[in-house]
């Protein structure tokens, strides 16, 4: 009964209206703002994207410089904030932390509540993308029982984040421009993905008008499972897994078998029925680095290479359109990087919550946004009367 329709993942309901991403999935194109995700991987910064998501335009260099400073200012965290990351076990995922942090954020900024305020909405998105950063580095200095580091606000966004990851107070610290680039790279291709699960969630929890750094946190929490965010971690796993080229065959006959319960991970999207565009520019990417730090002969790159190859040529693979996504080639590089398989939807994290913070800012300032409410079809019990417990058969 009622006026609705029966759509189990939202394969075909649209939610709102958005101005900021588009994709075409048959074609495998991906804009922001309209400009191609390719050419910003290639000529823009992670710090630029996040003003042209934000703000709809790139930024002039009086507006990209004021934008860096405001950015530069919030990227230290409460001190009492370091105390939260102790309460947790050492070998706690980096995710599960994650959740807890920028949750516990709302506990700390109380005028982040007014978000009728778009002074005030303004701050909140500023402190969330420079804070983000710091957070997920210390989440990874206190796995690795290290102290943390502090934000330079000499470096750039991205160096400033290996720099507080990878710094220990008795050496100077010494960035490879190749592998900077490479992870703002990596930052611009995640940054934002239209109404993804994760996204979606930030949304309807948005919706009910509550604080934004707990709609960031219930992303993060969405954003952690396997068939989304998770996918670089368990797509590493996975190659780790196979190990040798020869084994390929059997992971691709055990993708096949549908009561096996395993998918090739890092294959297939909802959206995309073509090559993941973001997937090009991550295997790009990957080669730079791995030939940067002397790996092209990587073991598992081959085992990924080789797995792509068979799998683009399996009828099964064909018929139902399933192409490597961004995932597939990321664990590798961010491996090659440095950061172990843990930390990986975390860097994701970091990236996406620019986009998380343009679209819970659209819905804000939307009009036509009422507080996300689906329906169901009711499939339970009709109405019966309670039976005492000594009457039950
Ligand atoms: N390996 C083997 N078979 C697959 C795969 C795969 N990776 N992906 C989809 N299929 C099959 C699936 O079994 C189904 O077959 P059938 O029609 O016979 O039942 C068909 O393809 C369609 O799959 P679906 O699950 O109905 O499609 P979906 O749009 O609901 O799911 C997906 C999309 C990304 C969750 C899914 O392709 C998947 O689980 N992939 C592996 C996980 C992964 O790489 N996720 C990262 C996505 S990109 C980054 C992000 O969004 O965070």
Redesign the pocket.
């Known amino acids: 009964t009622g006026c609705f329709t029966y759509d189990p993942?939202f394969?075909s309901t649209a939610n709102c209206t958005s101005r900021i991403t588009y994709i075409d999935g048959d074609a495998g194109v991906l804009l922001y703002r309209g400009y191609p995700i390719d050419q910003l991987a290639e000529h823009s910064s992670f710090l630029e994207v996040c003003y042209l998501l934000l703000n709809g335009e790139l930024p002039t260099k009086e507006q990209f410089d004021t934008f860096r400073m405001t950015i530069t200012r919030h990227t230290m965290l409460h001190e009492q904030m370091t105390r939260f990351f102790t309460g947790f076990r050492r070998d706690a995922h980096p995710m599960a932390v994650m959740v807890g942090t920028v949750g516990a954020l709302a506990a700390f900024y109380h005028d982040s509540t007014d978000i009728n305020d778009q002074e005030q909405r303004a701050v909140a998105s500023y402190r969330m993308l420079a804070k983000m950063p710091t957070i997920a580095s210390m989440a990874y200095k206190y796995s690795i029982g290290q102290p943390f580091i502090y934000p330079r606000n000499d470096l750039d966004f991205t160096t400033n984040f290996l720099q507080m990851c990878f710094a220990i107070p008795c050496e100077p610290f010494i960035a490879n421009p190749v592998l900077t680039r490479a992870l703002d790279r990596i930052f611009i291709l995640h940054a934002d993905?239209e109404q993804?699960?994760s996204t979606s969630t930030v949304r309807l929890a948005g919706s009910s008008g509550a604080n934004p750094f707990a709609c960031i946190a219930a992303g993060i929490a969405c954003?952690w499972g396997?068939?989304?965010?998770g996918?670089n971690e368990?797509?590493l796993n996975m190659l780790m897994e196979i190990g040798s080229v020869d084994r390929i065959p059997e992971y691709i006959a055990k993708?096949?078998d549908?009561n096996s319960g395993f998918?090739?991970?890092?294959?297939?999207?909802?959206v995309y029925k073509n090559y993941?565009p973001r997937a090009k520019v991550m295997q790009k990417t990957c080669h730079e680095v791995l030939d940067a730090l002397g790996l092209h002969n990587d073991p598992l790159l081959k085992v990924a290479m080789e797995l792509e190859r068979i799998a683009l040529q399996d009828d099964y693979f064909i018929e139902?359109k399933?192409y490597p996504?961004?995932?597939f080639y990321s664990g590798i590089t961010l491996r090659a990087l440095g950061f172990p398989v843990s930390m990986f939807t975390v860097l994701?994290a970091i990236a996406r919550t620019v986009g998380w913070i343009a679209q819970w800012k659209e819905m804000i300032e939307d009009p036509e946004q009422r507080i996300g409410r689906p329906r169901q079809l009711y499939m339970g019990s009709k109405e019966r009367n309670y039976v005492p417990v000594d009457q039950r058969g």
Do not use: C, Q, S, V
Not at 226 to 229: K, N, S
């Open positions: 993942g394969t993905h993804n699960a954003l396997p068939a989304h965010g996918a368990a797509a993708a096949k549908k998918r090739l991970m890092g294959f297939g999207h909802r993941d139902k399933l996504n961004i995932d994701f």
